[in-house]
């Protein structure tokens, strides 16, 4: 072992310093400091640091602050007085006030127990709104915080830019609805998930924000973990994450699978009772069946089901949705010109498109949220992509703009601050004007889609909200049921249990529904009197009213209960006299 030169300077003093230390005296020590403090090495360590460089814009923080902001200004004021449909069967299951409404095989409890401390603290709509949209815009600033050792800082703010921009992205943020929390989950693990080989904890943080997807939604986790675990097993330098991509969906689809034992006989067994509420998942429905209804659905409505008499509103604001699979596919050869990791862009690449697959080939009808997920991953790359495109067009103007040295030092001092300023502005180039323009009239035109679609949804959750309040003047009170087609969120805003006998969410039997009906209020709802659309054969005689503002809806109620009908002692038939035992015959008077 070699031993490290010293200074002249420094050996001489300390063979100073170790002369006199042998002595006790005070002076011995006042002189081992001066020498210390003379020597070269240690004045370059006690000198003052340089000042650090103050911390750019955050970008981030802003573009999260942003976020919340258009859900404050732009959504909640259309619909913080109501639930929509599956919002009402979210809310019911955590709600303490109301009954829980029925709960498909398809869905999963995550958001319910996301929302859980707000409606036990208080019924308000516009609290529970207002809570998620904070939430949500705290979650995006989150997921999108793991990606800035990837990407930069500048890079990962300008993907959660083109990720909060869309339209869908905007209404879910304040919506009880597990889709984005999903896109957001799925987004932060990928980025974990690349930051393993150098990052001993983000083995934690990948288990914690896969085991948060799948108590979301379990099915769409598995979709996202599946490329995860093909790329630890082939990549040895990713197998460290094996335990935490096996244990995280594991964990949070406990609840899943407990209740598919408990309810459904198995995962198998859920799986196929989904499948047929989906309307049976497969590609018999035709190839890209799906991918066609999520286009014709992209601008809305929020459910195209079915899909086949909807077109597509505004085709012009559809570009930018055709243009995702060519700009996938340029962002991997782009990284590889650049030199950057080929896993930052083909990871997420890949678990974008695996998202994708059930709702764009085993479906037959769509709504905007379920690709929330696949625009989520897709935003990294695209944003390095983008970001790359303006760094070359940036160097090659610098290359091509000759900068003469000055030979006075005032002018030297005044070129550079010009050469700052020019590399500062590098951004108004060509490309960047380009790409700038037309990322300002995508955010435009996502704005006002997303001002008419927050409408809708106010439109249509008014609906219930007014339906509900017509059957609390009729009389309907809980404990009371509701049944039909509507019946979920009616029955949730009014209170009371919700039920139906045929569809996708049937609960309960004719017969069964008649003997509840004789002991609380029930009322049907149907769409309207005609052919098709009248009441079920047990309700025909029922009290038919008209539900107004609700477009023609009416509401069968059945007779009133006997257990809420007015006592009244029943008429009892006299009894006939009790017959006498025959007597003994009586002696005649003697006369």
Known sequence: MTSARIPPAVSASAAVSTRFATSASPVAHAWHALRTLRAPHTLRAVRAPRPARPAGVPWLALIALGY???????????????????????????DPRT??????????????????????????????????AVASAAALYGAFRGWVPLLGRRTAALAALLF???????????????????????????????????????RWWLA?????????????????????????????????????????????????????????????????????????????????????????????????????????????????????????????????????PLAVTAVPLVCAASVAVPYLLLLDYSAPRFLLPAYALLAPP??????????????RRSAATPHPAPA???????????????????????????????????????????????????????????AARTLRRLGLHPPCLVVGPHAQPVGYQAGCASADTEGNNRSIAPRALLRRAAHEPTAVLTAGAGPGTGPPAYA????????????????????????TAPHREPRMAPAPPRPQPPSAPVAPAAP
């Open 208 to 340: 914690g924000t896969l085991a948060c997807c799948a108590l979301l939604r379990t099915p769409d986790c598995g979709w996202v973990t599946l490329p995860l675990l093909v790329t630890a097993v082939c990549v040895r330098r990713l197998r460290p994450a094996l335990p935490a991509l096996l244990g995280g969906p594991a964990l949070g689809a406990a609840q899943w699978v407990a209740e598919a034992y408990a309810r459904f006989g198995g995962i198998a067994g859920r799986l196929r009772v989904s499948s047929a509420t989906e309307g049976g998942m497969g590609l018999h429905h035709g190839f890209g069946a799906g991918a066609a209804a999520a286009l014709r659905s992209l601008n809305g409505p929020l459910l195209c089901r079915p899909c086949d008499h909807y077109t597509l509103h505004q085709p012009a604001l559809a570009l930018w949705w055709l243009a995702l699979p060519p700009l996938a596919a340029a962002a991997l050869p782009a990284a590889v010109r650049r030199g950057r």
């Open 408 to 466: 006075a030092r005032g002018r030297r001092r005044t070129g550079n601050r010009c050469a700052t300023a020019a590399v500062r502005i590098g951004a108004l180039t060509p490309a960047g004007l380009v790409i700038g323009s037309v990322l300002a009239l995508h955010l435009v035109s996502q704005a006002a889609v997303l001002s008419g679609t927050s409408a809708q949804a106010a439109v249509v959750a008014d609906r219930y909200r007014q």
């Open 382 to 395: 695209l944003a390095a992509l983008a970001a790359g495109a303006v760094r070359t067009s940036r160097a």
């Open 68 to 94: 919340a902001l258009v859900q404050f200004l732009v959504v909640l004021p259309h619909t913080h007085l109501a639930l929509g449909w599956d919002e009402s069967v979210y809310v019911s299951q955590s």
């Open 540 to 563: 025909r005689n029922w009290t038919a009213h008209p539900l107004p503002r609700t477009g023609g809806w009416l509401a069968y109620l059945a007779p009133a209960p006997a257990a």
């Open 99 to 132: 009954p829980a409404a029925f709960f498909s095989a398809p869905r999963s409890r995550g958001i319910s127990y996301l929302v859980a401390p707000v409606t036990a603290v208080s019924p308000s709509v516009p609290l529970l709104r207002g809570a998620l």
């Open 164 to 202: 909060a921009g869309l339209w869908i992205t905007g209404l879910s943020g304040s919506q009880v609805m597990p889709n984005l929390w999903v896109a957001l989950g799925a987004v932060a693990a990928v980025g974990w998930f690349l930051r393993v080989p150098d990052e001993p904890r983000a």
